[in-house]
């Protein structure tokens, strides 16, 4: 079964600090993944995704992504964190075609001035 | 602006009673969905629909119910049946199907049942 694991419930960086957001799937074959990013209260926004292609993916808001095969991972990363980064970050997996997203427990991100 | 909306956005309810969470889109969607949010537990799929008159029920689809009357309107009832209802609930819509594209969401709709 598909499943997408997110190790860190929430991390802390300085605003001006660069961020990596982990997250490893687990999958037969290559699913297409997606970030999404969700501010209190509100619905989600597609940050970016993977379909095929080339690993590194740019995304809105500065944001990067690099699928890995070998590791089975779809790391977010941005290089300098704005005080207005601060949300919840959702990995995603869907089987190519299908009509199901997993979506990982989240990541919860602080930035300190 | 094109786009879903949900109503209400927070809802209380007294134990056995019935609430219907209303979703409509004006994105021209064929697919939406249903997810229910539990803080730690990300976003888990209740039902989708990819036609209008055909639905599909997700991981967690028991004591809640929905119907597909038309393209734009997905409403979903959660019924007294639901042994756990306080949560965040969020409709969703994508072009054809999640996994050709992004799904796009609603504000979500936060029921509390006292």
């Known amino acids: 079964a598909q499943s997408v694991t997110q190790p860190d419930i929430h991390i802390t960086v300085s605003e001006g600090a660069s961020l990596e957001l982990r997250c490893n799937y687990s999958y037969g074959a290559t699913p297409y993944l997606f970030w999404y990013v969700q501010s209190p209260g509100q619905g989600l926004q597609l940050l970016l995704k993977?379909?095929?292609?080339?690993?590194l993916v740019q995304g809105i808001k500065g944001f990067e992504a690099e699928f890995k095969r070998s590791q089975s991972s779809f790391n977010l990363r941005k290089p300098s964190v704005h005080w207005s980064d601060a949300a919840e970050y959702f990995c995603?997996?869907?089987?190519?075609?299908?009509?199901?997203?997993?979506f990982g427990a989240g990541t919860r991100l602080f930035v300190k001035a | 602006d094109g786009g879903i909306t949900q109503s209400p956005k927070y809802l209380f309810r007294k134990e056995g009673q019935n609430v219907t969470l209303s979703c409509e889109q004006n994105l021209n969607h064929d697919a939406m969905y249903w997810y229910r949010q539990d803080p730690g537990q990300g976003l888990r799929l209740i039902y989708y629909s990819q036609i209008v008159n055909d639905f599909q029920k997700g991981d967690i689809a028991e004591g809640y119910s929905v119907s597909r009357e038309k393209k734009e309107s997905f409403p979903l009832t959660v019924t007294s049946a639901q042994k756990n209802p306080t949560a965040f609930y969020l409709c969703?819509?994508?072009?054809?199907?999640?996994?050709?594209?992004?799904?796009?969401f609603g504000e979500g709709s936060r029921l509390t049942v006292l």
């Open positions: 993977y379909f095929s292609g080339d690993t």
């Open positions: 995603a997996v869907s089987e190519p075609g299908g009509f199901k997203t997993i």
């Open positions: 969703a819509s994508s072009m054809a199907g999640a996994g050709t594209g992004e799904l796009f």
